[in-house]
């Protein structure tokens, strides 16, 4: 079982739109969690730190949920600029290091 | 800004080749980190290092080694390139274990 898991889409939605990814963690001792955002031949770049009582920034909303060990994202009123990849980052437990998922892939559409 | 500089875009190698690939930090932050991206796989920790000639092991370290004489200076090479190496390569740099990584650019290499 991978780390991070995160389905890898890819989401296509209309401008407007609501959309949330999900990406579960396997570890239980992991202590901080980000979600960086990757846009097509670039490099990843920090969208955004989960905290343990969620956050928001702008159209752009992190849950945590311990318990079940996921993080969640959630992206309202999608614009065309928010098409990119992704990617959720678990920092591991044991070893201080951060954890990659996948990603995964929004396109959003006029 | 932080600025993660990767010395290349693009390389095409030959198998068996020596590849060096150069990043240079200017945040003066204490670590830095090779990875590779490959389709499916996400983001795999090559090698990181914590201060100046100290490097560690990351997940896929076979095939790589590392070298960090300068602070802001960390450099993947490839002992004899082959064509499982072809891929991403990506530098990152953070002030703090743990903590929000800056990456570069990339580097694509393509080994034929």
């Known amino acids: 079982r991978k780390e991070v898991e995160q389905d890898p889409g890819p989401f296509n939605v209309p401008e407007g739109a609501t959309v949330a990814f999900n990406c579960t963690y396997s570890n239980s001792a992991s202590q901080s969690f980000f979600w960086y955002r990757q846009d097509c031949r670039k490099e990843p770049k920090l969208l955004m730190s989960?905290?343990?009582s969620g956050n928001e920034d702008g159209r752009f909303t992190a849950q945590l949920n311990r318990a079940s060990q996921y993080i969640s994202l959630l992206i309202r009123d999608s614009k065309l600029s928010d098409s990119a990849t992704y990617l959720c980052v678990v920092v591991s437990g044991g070893y201080n290091k951060l954890i990659f998922g996948a990603g995964t892939r929004l396109a959003v559409h006029p | 800004d932080v600025k993660v500089t990767q010395s290349s875009r693009y390389l095409v190698k030959r198998t068996g080749e020596k590849v060096f690939l150069e990043c240079v930090q200017d945040m003066d932050h204490e670590n830095m980190f090779w990875y590779r991206q490959d389709p499916g796989l996400g983001l795999r920790l090559i090698y990181f290092s914590y201060d100046v000639k100290m490097k560690e092991k990351g997940d896929i370290p076979e095939g790589y080694s590392v070298s960090r004489e300068k602070k802001e200076r960390f450099s993947l090479i490839l002992e004899s390139a082959s064509t499982n190496q072809t891929s991403m390569y990506l530098c990152?740099?953070?002030?703090?274990?743990?903590?929000?990584?800056?990456f570069g650019a990339g580097t694509r290499l393509s080994v034929l």
């Open positions: 990152a740099s953070s002030k703090r274990t743990p903590d929000i990584q800056y």
């Open positions: 989960v905290y343990s």
